[in-house]
């Protein structure tokens, strides 16, 4: 009897991994918010990022870098541990695997604070997914770094932390116009990608993701959804390492093209906005057309970033609605069901932009979500990192890889298309 009792007050704590990374998120929200944490996580250069050797050196100072890498190293380090905890994980050599993932996430970030990776849109998490296939491919390096490897913990705490970036009243501030496009955008896209998709023979994780991926907000809509549907990883970093590659190419020639185009400042940044893929590509773009064609690139981007938590939230419920039952065939489950397969740190995702969108003072909202921010983006480095630590090459290279990337330029062209006829209309025809 008294070892029964000892079992359930152990089983107590064990909430699973959803609600283990919403209570580390939200912990780490706490600290920022209420505690005083302030501190930025540790950065290169200054703030454009690092152009030369000299640059660089200058930003390795005790108050700029050391400082911030050792509190970094140890606040990630105790939310990952709240995270293990409570999800009832006991990896091997997790601490010594951490601190390699730790400098390797360094690493990464040090490669995307350089100009010209940076004016190419190039983000830190392609860095990460880099770094994280050569160590995993270098003799017995991996041995040493798997138990630090903890992929699903790492997405979902950045992904709860997410939230707290993503608010409603940008919503307000895009106009009508901007939050019009954005939905038309988001929903027509999303479908026509899915059917692209399908009509290849893609698989419905791969279909889910990739779509979101083109139509949303790239990167951060690709891993939420992955998160979303506990999709594969490793097919998630082929649909990332897409977006960032192709978003290169749309950056440059697409203000080319509205300029022979003759199309409007305005019309040309909500193209932009509306159809590449990364933050730092659009941004990159609508600088190249002007100040007006940047700020309508960016008002156009952050009603689909908005939009990225509603979407996530449809599609986990779609999700878990349904199963496969073999040979193609899907039946439905019972509502019941639904909770039980519900992805809990969507919640956390919601609850967290709620939370700073309505009840949080405004300037403390913005203050806090910038270094929030940071840290989400260095969570997904730690993940990425994780990720291409447990994926091997033979896996990257399988000839089923290729439908997908037919299907992804497919959807992306009829989005560049489709996304300027809905532009001009709205902001030419109609404005």
């Not at 193209?271 to 893929?277: A, Q, S, V």
């Not at 919601?350 to 840290?375: C, P, Q, R, T, Y």
Request: aromatic share 14%; with cysteine.
């Amino acid at each position: 009897m008294a070892e029964n009792v000892n079992v359930s007050k152990k089983n107590l704590f064990r909430v699973g991994q959803d609600w283990a990374t919403v209570i580390s998120g939200f912990v780490l929200i706490f600290l920022t918010l209420f505690a005083g944490y302030k501190i930025k996580v540790p950065s290169f250069g200054d703030k454009t990022g690092w152009g030369n050797f000299d640059n660089l050196f200058a930003s390795f100072s005790i108050d700029t870098f050391f400082t911030p890498l050792v509190a970094t190293f140890l606040l990630f380090l105790f939310i990952a541990i709240i995270g293990l905890f409570f999800s009832g994980d006991k990896p091997k050599k997790f601490l010594l695997g951490y601190t390699l993932v730790f400098l390797l996430a360094l690493v990464a970030q040090l490669f995307s604070s350089y100009v010209p990776f940076k004016n190419l849109g190039l983000e830190s998490v392609l860095f990460s997914l880099a770094i994280g296939l050569l160590i995993g491919h270098i003799g017995n390096l991996r041995q040493w770094v798997i138990g630090g490897a903890q992929t699903e913990l790492f997405v979902k705490v950045g992904l709860v932390l997410l939230g707290a970036t993503i608010l409603f009243s940008d919503l307000l501030s895009a106009g009508s116009y901007g939050l019009i496009q954005s939905v038309i955008v988001v929903v027509c896209v999303w479908y026509f990608a899915f059917w692209v998709s399908k009509k290849l023979k893609v698989d419905d994780e791969y279909a889910t993701m990739l779509s979101s991926a083109v139509s949303i907000c790239g990167v951060s809509a690709a891993i939420a959804t992955s998160g979303a549907i506990n999709g594969d990883k490793k097919k998630l970093s082929v649909i990332i390492s897409l977006v960032l590659i192709v978003a290169i190419p749309m950056m440059i020639f697409m203000p080319i093209l509205a300029k022979w185009l003759g199309l409007s400042d305005e019309v040309t940044g909500a193209w932009l906005g509306g159809t590449i893929d990364t933050t730092g590509a659009v941004v990159a773009a609508g600088t190249i057309v002007g100040e007006i064609g940047l700020k309508y690139a960016t008002i156009v981007k952050f009603s689909q970033n908005v939009l990225l938590g509603i979407a996530a939230f449809a599609i986990s419920v779609f999700w878990a609605y349904r199963t496969h039952t073999g040979e193609g065939k899907r039946e439905r489950v019972p509502l019941s069901v639904i909770w039980e397969r519900f992805p809990k740190f969507v919640l956390g995702f919601m609850a967290a932009s709620l939370l700073f969108s309505f009840f949080i003072d405004k300037e403390l909202a913005v203050s806090s979500g910038k270094l929030i921010k940071s840290f989400s983006g260095f969570w997904f480095n730690l993940a990425f990192i994780s990720i291409g630590i447990e994926t091997r090459f033979s896996d990257l290279k399988n000839a089923e890889n290729k439908r997908p990337i037919y299907s992804f330029l497919i959807a992306q062209g009829f989005n560049v298309v489709f996304t300027l006829i809905v532009s001009y209309l709205l902001f030419k025809v109609m404005a």
